[in-house]
C-alpha cells in the first residue's frame, strides 16, 4: 500500500520540479566594454550614455536576463586585469550569450602613471614585459587580438555564445563629409574571423548612419566631446545594435528580439 501510494507522489515532485526549473531558467545576456557602451553607473550622469544601457528596448527581457558589465576607461587589457572578466566567468554558462566591444582605450600607453591601459597594436601574438606604476606589478602586455581571443575562446568553453562588436565611431567628419573606419573595428572582424565568433559590425553601421544625417545634426549626439553620446545617440546606436542581431541568421539571440 505504501508503494502504491508513494510512487504517484514521487512522479508529481519530479514533474513539478521539472516544470520550475524550465520556468525559471532564463538566460544571460553579458555586455562587457567601456564607457560608449556604458557611461559612468548608466543613469545618464553629464548626460552621457551607453547604447549598452538600452538594449532592454529592444530585447525582450521576460526571456532573457541583460547584465551590462562595461565600465568606463576600460580596455580590452584592464577589463581583464581588475578581474572583471573573471567575475562574469564564475556565473556564465551554457546558452548564455556575450557582447563585447573594445577599442576606445586600448591605443593608450602601456605603463604611463596615469592609466596604463593600452594593447600591442593589432591581433598577433606579439608581447611586452613592463612595470605597471598603477597596479604596482610586473605585467606582460598583449596584444588587442589577443585579449579579444582570450574572449572569446573563455566564453565558448562555458558554452556560451560570444558576439564581438565592432568599437563605435568617434564624431570626426573629414572635409568630404566622410568618417574613416576605425583600426580596431578592422582588427575586431579579423578576430571574429580568426575564432569563428559571431560579428556585428556596430562601427561601419553606425557610419553609414552619420554620413546619411550629416555632420551638423550629428553633432547634436555628442554634447561633451567626439566620444561619448547622449541619449539619443545611444538609443540609435542601441537599435543599429539590434539591427545587426537580427542580420545575424544563426545566431539564436535573435529569438528573443521584441
Not at 586585469?81 to 566567468?89: H, K, L, V, Y
Not at 574572449?151 to 567628419?173: C, D, L, Q, T, W
Request: glycine share 10%.
Amino acid at each position: 500500500m505504501k508503494i502504491k501510494f508513494i510512487l504517484p507522489i514521487l512522479t508529481l515532485i519530479l514533474i513539478i520540479g521539472a516544470s520550475f526549473k524550465k520556468i525559471q531558467y532564463k538566460p544571460v545576456l553579458y555586455i562587457i566594454g567601456d564607457s560608449t557602451v556604458q557611461n559612468g553607473s548608466g543613469k545618464g550622469a553629464d548626460s552621457l550614455w551607453g547604447w549598452g544601457s538600452f538594449m532592454d528596448l529592444f530585447l525582450n527581457t521576460d526571456k532573457i536576463e541583460i547584465q551590462n558589465h562595461a565600465k568606463g576607461g576600460r580596455s580590452s587589457r584592464t577589463f581583464l586585469t581588475e578581474g572583471r572578466w573573471d567575475s562574469i566567468m564564475k556565473t556564465i554558462k551554457k546558452g548564455d550569450y556575450v557582447l563585447m566591444q573594445f577599442g576606445h582605450n586600448d591605443g593608450g600607453e602601456l605603463a604611463d602613471t596615469l592609466r596604463a591601459r593600452g594593447t600591442i597594436k593589432g591581433i598577433g601574438e606579439e608581447s611586452k614585459d613592463i612595470y605597471n606604476p598603477i597596479r604596482k606589478v610586473n605585467e606582460t602586455v598583449y596584444t588587442y587580438g589577443y585579449y579579444m581571443r582570450k574572449y572569446v575562446n573563455e566564453a565558448k568553453s562555458k558554452g556560451a555564445v560570444p558576439i564581438i562588436v565592432s568599437p563605435i565611431p568617434r564624431n570626426k567628419f573629414d572635409e568630404k563629409g566622410k568618417i574613416e573606419k576605425d583600426q580596431y573595428g578592422v582588427w575586431s572582424e579579423e578576430v571574429a574571423q580568426q575564432t569563428g565568433a559571431y560579428f556585428l559590425d556596430l562601427n561601419a553601421m553606425v557610419i553609414e548612419k552619420y554620413q546619411k544625417m550629416g555632420a551638423e545634426k550629428v553633432k547634436a549626439f555628442f554634447p561633451k566631446d567626439h566620444t561619448h553620446t547622449n541619449e539619443a545617440g545611444a538609443v540609435l546606436n542601441a537599435e543599429l545594435v539590434t539591427k545587426g542581431i537580427k542580420d545575424l541568421k544563426k545566431c539564436e539571440l535573435r529569438k528573443y528580439l521584441k
